[in-house]
């Protein structure tokens, strides 16, 4: 089994910056123990204007059939000889992304010590993969690599040239080059991609897959258009496993939709409503009843729960009575760009002690969350789906429990208002449901009654005399417990009554 990665320099940017970023030397020839063979890492090259990295696999056909599935019906044992003795040509497939883990480990966890700004630079990369089995032939192979911004050539590889006749083999030869990838994103898509391909791996997949599925997808899966075949695939179509990983890929997928759409959404609203000057957008009115509630409660440690790209964060670290603001997103793209919006790497060091983002999931119960003040869930409980609500309740009110929470929602009642939206659409296509006053009313009251908070509503933007506001919004406050009645001290007796005694 073989690849190469390719990448061309300049003379400020040398193209052998690869073998930092590899962490192989070019000037070695180095070889590595894995459980199936030998993996080789050389360069063929390596100079200023262009360094290539080729991975040679050789499999040791016995150590696969002993430590591989190696089981035939039933469990029993099958040790045939066919097993050992035989003519199949090792093509690219789960072995060699099982050595592109084990060797390049640092590289694709993004990883590089000598050169750390290098790590997120994109490069201009070419991979190269004589031999890789396709199951669904050329055409998978662009719909799988083409979304992801890489430019594919692919050619089907004859069954024996002398004899065309013959047709293809399922295996083809794989070129793909990018100019806006990261090493590490290129070496993740091919490690996911290459036993996907294959439609087949050479171990046991069990319940940890599926994190490895996750982690490797970061940032690319959720959004891929042929997701649920890459995870079908990847997981070798054991319904359960697949079903859990599409799961929890789409919370991902909800979590990086984009904040600003529905912002755009609110603000041609307020345009359409006024023609003389242009109105403060409504994402922005919402931000100010937020932090006037803050305010009004006397938060100074704040967790912002789905903070998406950091617009709610950035407003409260321009007030100084936040002492503490905590941003936590599912989706570490969007922590990577609210980073970016507040510039965390520029940010002075008292300031930067004010704010931290942690990427997490409102689905489960997290000890970080607990001891704040308040916590905001700003436009985030229309993204979950019903039946998931009673978890993100129980991690905020009952786990959590900070002493103030501000919930913001869609009132529904008031899209009749908006020119621009048609009859019968939600705000987003990612809202799962749009509450009308009532509905959110009764909802809020009941989580109030379970976990010991007093709750109280208002309106977020122009209030309409018929349809309510254009967001509505919750303010619970959690219930002080009475304290426990003291008894009545013991009357110490007098001397008379001791002598009695």
Known sequence: ???????????????????????????????????????????????????????????????????GKGKGRGGAPDAALSQYVNDRPYAASSLLAVALSAVFSSAIRGVCTTLPERVGQPLPLRIEIPALPARGGPGLVRRLFAPLGWAVTVEPVALDTEF??????????????????????????????????????????????????LRAGEGWLSGHPEQKLITSRYLSRRWSLTRQALEKLELVRLAESDDSAVEDIDNAVGAETETEERPTPLAAQRRDAIVAALHGAGAARVLDLG???????????????????????????ALAIAARRLKLDRMGERQASRVRLVQGSLAYTDRRLKGYDAAVLSEVVEHVDPPRLPAVEYAVFGAARPRTVLVTTPNAEYNVRWESLPAGHVRHSDHRFEWTREEFRAWAEKVAGRHGYGVRFLPVGPEDPEVG???????FTLTPKEPAPKEPAAKEPTKKEEKAA
């Open 1 to 67: 089994m073989f690849l190469t990665i390719s990448t061309t320099g300049t003379s400020e940017r040398p193209a052998t910056d690869l073998g930092f970023l590899l962490h192989k030397h070019p000037g070695k020839a180095q070889a590595f123990s894995t459980s199936y063979g030998t993996a080789h890492v050389l360069y063929p090259e390596a100079d200023a204007q262009r360094c290539t990295a080729a991975l040679l696999l050789e499999v040791d056909p016995v150590a696969l059939v002993r430590r």
């Open 164 to 213: 065309p006749e013959w047709g293809d083999s399922r295996c083809v030869r794989l070129t793909v080059e990018s100019e806006t990838l990261t090493l590490a994103e290129a070496l993740r898509h091919l490690y996911v991609l290459l036993p996907v391909l294959d439609d087949a791996k050479h171990y046991w997949v069990s319940d940890d897959e599926v994190d490895k599925l």
């Open 307 to 333: 903070c998406g790209q950091g617009q709610l964060v950035q407003a409260l670290l321009k007030d100084v009575r936040f002492t503490e603001i905590v941003g936590m997103d599912v989706s570490v793209r």
């Open 469 to 475: 506001p254009p967001t509505q919004m919750a303010e």
